[in-house]
């Protein structure tokens, strides 16, 4: 009789999927878990989770993702690109630069950055 780990491995809901992004220089792989199996081995699925995406499974259907980061610093960039009050202030700076409110890199005065540059001032006449 076959143990249960030698069956996952050709259970549908075990394949690696890759799928085409519109770069051609790497893919992203695509693995479906059935939400039975998640629960049975997490830690391992997260390990996977690091490297490739994780799609959960309730019933054959897509019901979650699992994501997973190799190093605090992807744990930290993945905070910072959810995070709503970073993505509101993206959009706000978009729109503003989008109706010309914007400063120019060259208007910036070097030694103090939140600073721009002051015209240089005219002698009274």
Do not use: C
């Amino acid at each position: 009789m076959t143990s249960r780990k030698q069956q996952s491995k050709f259970l549908s809901s075990s394949k690696k999927r890759t799928r085409r992004t519109g770069s051609t220089k790497k893919e992203l792989r695509i693995r479906e878990v059935a939400l039975a199996k998640v629960k049975d081995d997490l830690s391992k699925y997260l390990r996977l989770a690091a490297r490739e995406e994780i799609v959960i499974t309730r019933h054959g259907r897509p019901a979650g993702v699992l994501i997973g980061f190799e190093s605090e610093d992807d744990w930290f960039d993945y905070r910072i690109e959810n995070h709503p009050e970073f993505l509101r202030q993206i959009a706000e700076a978009r729109s503003a630069l989008q109706k010309g409110l914007g400063i120019r890199l060259e208007d910036l005065d070097p030694g103090r950055p939140n600073k721009t540059l002051q015209p240089p001032s005219r002698p009274p006449r």
